[in-house]
């Protein structure tokens, strides 16, 4: 097995792992939350610091804001997991603000992360467009938010990242990435 082939194994792995952090709410374990947020700031900057040599070269300034933003992220989820396993109400309530940041921080990386994909055709292109349409849906959802319309109908508006992440993650531990766009990138740049 081929460097690119581990690292887009990898990559859908980690995808799968930076979920994790779904499960780790239930106050009544906070050893297992703060673990599972941890693993998923590690996860999400992981990603980005794989993905950046492939996506440098099709566009290098998205690519180092794209390296930024999700090392920024990464560093909100590994805070947040460590604050979940304070009995303080004002540091858990810090953690409660910095987990809301944390939801707005995503939607725009995810913006450039399949920006780059569709970009560079490492994958498909339908699922780089099923990506950036979810994370538009998302940025309209952190909009409404923000401005004070927040309805548990909105909450459906974030199925569609989540699907495209999976069934993302799936396909690049089952397919990789289009070897005829491997072969032609310049990894020196």
């Keep these: 097995m081929d460097k690119h082939r581990k690292t887009a194994i990898i990559v859908g792995v980690l995808i799968l792992l930076a979920y994790s952090l779904l499960g780790s709410s239930n106050p009544d374990f906070k050893a297992v939350g703060m673990l599972l947020e941890v693993i ?45 396993l304070s009995h303080s109400n004002i540091l858990l309530g810090v953690r409660d603000g910095i987990h809301a940041i944390h939801g707005y921080v995503f939607a725009i990386p995810a913006l450039m992360f399949y920006f780059l994909l569709y970009k560079s055709q490492l994958v498909p292109r339908w699922i780089s467009v099923w990506g950036v349409v979810a994370a538009v ?33 799936i396909w690049l531990m089952i397919k990789g990435f289009n070897s005829s766009v491997i072969k032609n990138i310049d990894f020196k740049l």
């Design 137 to 169: 849906l998302l940025v309209i959802v952190n909009v409404f938010e923000v401005a004070g319309f927040n309805s548990d109908a909105m909450k459906i508006l974030y199925l569609p990242i989540v699907l495209n992440e999976a069934f993302l993650a």
């Design 40 to 84: 998923s700031g590690v996860a999400v900057i992981a990603i980005a610091a794989l993905m950046f040599p492939y996506f440098k070269p099709y566009d290098p300034t998205v690519s180092l804001w794209y390296l930024a933003l999700k090392t920024l992220e990464g560093g909100l989820l590994v805070v947040t997991g460590v604050l979940f």
